[in-house]
């Protein structure tokens, strides 16, 4: 009982501290603008160079060309980001997000404030703090298990939720919390919370719960039960032996009468 009430408080004042005035942590910025798209709700696009917007901006600030507009984030349905090769890299929205409220059951619904989706699939992840930029981290490599370097937005300040939504759900749920900073007694949440909404992957539940995946790994989960299952390899048919026709002349059996038309 003292468990679940540590979990409700906790996650409750996690997604409200954007609401006040707290210190906020900044552990280098990156980058925090790159080209984008910005698709209005009423169908308007516009292209430019978008301000990576903070968790709970009123407003997103765009350099079209060398013109600054800046839009009402009610205004707009979504901001696509792009690398420098003009590939879609994270998308932000816009949105409501729900954390748990008792027993995976029941929710309670926050406000709207700008999330980043940064996989995309049959279950997509969000990213939420209160300041956001793209930074050069290390990650492992599963092929090869070393440390490699790559560029991935990450949450700037100090505390770091992660979100998660299915396409049949209505908004992203909270199901992981952490920090840049003291992240000690952050996996009791994603624990508790990842297990009871992965509850459909028993297996995926077990490691969670026996702690062989924990909040840092919330990426390597998505992508496990986003993954398709193999296909079962079916027999192969064993090749039909060729048999070749061929013609043989019949012969008269031993003891048969033959017989021959008279001209």
């Given at each position: 009982?003292?468990l679940n009430?540590f979990?409700v408080?906790s996650?409750?004042?996690?997604?409200?501290?954007?609401?006040?005035?707290i210190?906020?942590?900044?552990?280098?910025?990156g980058q925090?603008?790159a080209d984008a798209i910005?698709?209005?709700?009423?169908k308007?696009?516009?292209?430019?160079?978008v301000?990576?917007?903070?968790?709970?901006?009123?407003?997103?600030?765009?350099?079209?060309?060398?013109?600054?507009?800046?839009?009402?984030?009610?205004?707009?349905?979504s901001?696509?980001i792009?690398?420098?090769?003009?590939k879609?890299?994270?998308?932000?929205?816009?949105t409501?997000?729900?954390?748990?409220?008792k027993?995976?059951?029941?929710?309670?619904?926050?406000?709207e404030?700008?999330?980043?989706?940064t996989?995309?699939?049959?279950?997509?992840?969000?990213?939420?703090g209160?300041?956001y930029?793209?930074k050069?981290?290390?990650v492992?490599?599963?092929?090869?298990?070393?440390?490699i370097?790559?560029?991935?937005?990450?949450?700037?300040?100090?505390d770091?939720?992660?979100?998660?939504?299915?396409?049949?759900?209505d908004y992203?749920?909270l199901?992981?919390?952490?920090?840049?900073?003291?992240?000690?007694g952050f996996?009791?949440?994603?624990k508790?919370?990842g297990?009871?909404?992965?509850?459909d992957?028993?297996?995926?539940?077990?490691?969670?719960q026996?702690?062989e995946?924990k909040y840092e790994?919330i990426?390597?989960v998505?992508?496990l039960?986003?993954?398709?299952p193999?296909?079962?390899?079916?027999?192969?048919?064993?090749?039909?032996?060729?048999?070749?026709?061929?013609k043989?002349?019949?012969?008269?059996?031993?003891?048969?009468?033959?017989?021959t038309?008279?001209?």
């Amino acid at each position: 009982m003292k468990l679940n009430i540590f979990l409700v408080m906790s996650a409750l004042f996690i997604a409200s501290t954007a609401n006040s005035q707290i210190t906020i942590y900044r552990f280098g910025l990156g980058q925090q603008k790159a080209d984008a798209i910005i698709f209005k709700k009423d169908k308007q696009q516009i292209n430019g160079v978008v301000h990576f917007p903070d968790f709970e901006d009123k407003k997103v600030k765009i350099k079209v060309g060398e013109k600054n507009e800046k839009y009402a984030a009610s205004e707009i349905d979504s901001i696509q980001i792009f690398d420098a090769e003009k590939k879609l890299s994270y998308t932000f929205l816009w949105t409501k997000s729900k954390v748990y409220k008792k027993k995976g059951t029941e929710f309670k619904v926050i406000k709207e404030k700008w999330l980043c989706k940064t996989i995309i699939g049959k279950v997509s992840l969000y990213l939420g703090g209160l300041e956001y930029g793209i930074k050069e981290v290390k990650v492992k490599n599963e092929e090869t298990n070393e440390k490699i370097k790559e560029s991935k937005m990450e949450v700037v300040t100090k505390d770091v939720n992660h979100y998660l939504k299915r396409s049949n759900e209505d908004y992203p749920i909270l199901v992981s919390v952490s920090s840049n900073g003291f992240s000690a007694g952050f996996n009791v949440f994603f624990k508790e919370y990842g297990a009871y909404y992965f509850s459909d992957k028993p297996e995926i539940v077990k490691k969670i719960q026996d702690k062989e995946y924990k909040y840092e790994d919330i990426e390597k989960v998505v992508n496990l039960y986003n993954m398709k299952p193999a296909k079962k390899a079916e027999p192969k048919a064993e090749p039909k032996s060729e048999v070749k026709a061929t013609k043989t002349k019949s012969t008269p059996k031993a003891g048969s009468k033959t017989t021959t038309k008279k001209k």
